[in-house]
């Protein structure tokens, strides 16, 4: 696994879990979908 980044991938993979948890949250309220992109713009890949 030489030179694929591992700090990067983890970060990644992160920002995809953080990013499906704001999914949920806006699944099960659906008052949430209206700061759906702005959580995601603002949190994941900055």
């Not at 879990?17 to 992109?37: H, I, K, M, S, V």
């Amino acid at each position: 696994m030489r030179g694929c980044g591992g700090a990067t991938v983890l970060i990644r993979a992160l920002e995809a879990l953080q990013g499906e948890r704001y999914l949920r949250l806006a699944e099960r309220r659906p008052a949430n979908e209206a700061f759906l992109y702005c959580w995601l713009a603002n949190r994941i890949g900055t």
